[in-house]
T-cell receptor
Framework: DVKVTQSSRYLVKRTGEKVFLECVQD?????MFWYRQDPGLGLRLIYF???????EKGDIPEGYSVSREKKERFSLILESASTNQTSMYLC????????????FGPGTRLTVT | KNEVEQSPQNLTAQEGEFITINCSYS?????LHWLQQHPGGGIVSLFM???GKKKHGRLIATINIQEKHSSLHITASHPRDSAVYIC???????????FGQGTRLTINP
C-alpha cells in the first residue's frame, strides 16, 4: 500500500513566521502535489513536482514555495505566514502525471494567528 | 461556471437507501476520479475511470464520455458511508486534476 505521511496533523503559527510542511511518500512515485482545501472552494493546487528539484506552479502559488531535494520528500514553505493561509493542507503523490491515481496524506490543519 | 460540477451539494438519507451522486464536466478528459473524504481530512481514491463502469463492493461508478457525465452509486448505504465525495478530472494532455466542490453525504441509522 502506498503511504503518504505529513509531518503534522495540526499546526498553529503566528503571522510572519516561516512555516515548513513536510510530506513523505514511500512508493517511489515521480510526482508529488500540495493542495489547500477551504470550505466552499474545494481543493486547489498550490505546486506540484514531477521530478527531484523540478517544480511547477499550480493554481494558487502566491505566498508559497516548495522544495524537492529527494524523490520521496516534498516540502511546502510559507515564507511569511499570513492569516489568509489558515487552511487544510493536503499532500498527494502519483506514479505518473496524467491519468494515474493520486494518493493523499492525512492533511495538516494550519492555523495562523 | 466550474469545469467540474457536482450535485447535490448535500445529501441526507436513511440507512439502506440507494445513493446517487452526479458529476458533470465541461472539458475533454483522459480520466475521471471519485474520491472520498471522511471527517478529519484524509482523502481516499475510490475509482479512476475513463469509460464504462467500475464496481467495488457496494460502490459503483459509471461514466458517459459523450454526455460528459459520471455517477457514483452506493447500494445499501450505511452510516459509515457518511463522508464528502469528490469528483475530479484530468483534462486531455493536462497534468493536473480539476476538482468538483464535493458532495457531503450523511447516512442516518
Amino acid at each position: 500500500d502506498v503511504k503518504v505521511t505529513q509531518s503534522s496533523r495540526y499546526l498553529v503559527k503566528r503571522t510572519g513566521e516561516k512555516v515548513f510542511l513536510e510530506c513523505v511518500q514511500d512508493m517511489d512515485h515521480e510526482n508529488m502535489f500540495w493542495y489547500r482545501q477551504d470550505p466552499g472552494l474545494g481543493l486547489r493546487l498550490i505546486y506540484f513536482s514531477y521530478d527531484v528539484k523540478m517544480k511547477e506552479k499550480g493554481d494558487i502559488p502566491e505566498g508559497y514555495s516548495v522544495s524537492r531535494e529527494k524523490k520521496e520528500r516534498f516540502s511546502l514553505i510559507l515564507e511569511s505566514a499570513s492569516t489568509n493561509q489558515t487552511s487544510m493542507y493536503l499532500c498527494a503523490s502519483s506514479l505518473r502525471l496524467a491519468g494515474y491515481e493520486q494518493y493523499f496524506g492525512p492533511g495538516t490543519r494550519l492555523t495562523v494567528t | 461556471k466550474n469545469e467540474v460540477e457536482q450535485s447535490p451539494q448535500n445529501l441526507t438519507a436513511q440507512e439502506g437507501e440507494f445513493i446517487t451522486i452526479n458529476c458533470s464536466y465541461s472539458v475533454g478528459i483522459s480520466a475521471l476520479h471519485w474520491l472520498q473524504q471522511h471527517p478529519g481530512g484524509g482523502i481516499v481514491s475510490l475509482f479512476m475511470l475513463s469509460s464504462g463502469k467500475k464496481k467495488h463492493g457496494r460502490l459503483i461508478a459509471t461514466i458517459n464520455i459523450q454526455e460528459k457525465h459520471s455517477s457514483l452509486h452506493i447500494t445499501a448505504s450505511h452510516p459509515r458511508d457518511s463522508a464528502v465525495y469528490i469528483c475530479a478530472v484530468t483534462g486531455q494532455g493536462a497534468q493536473k486534476l480539476v476538482f468538483g466542490q464535493g458532495t457531503r453525504l450523511t447516512i442516518n441509522p
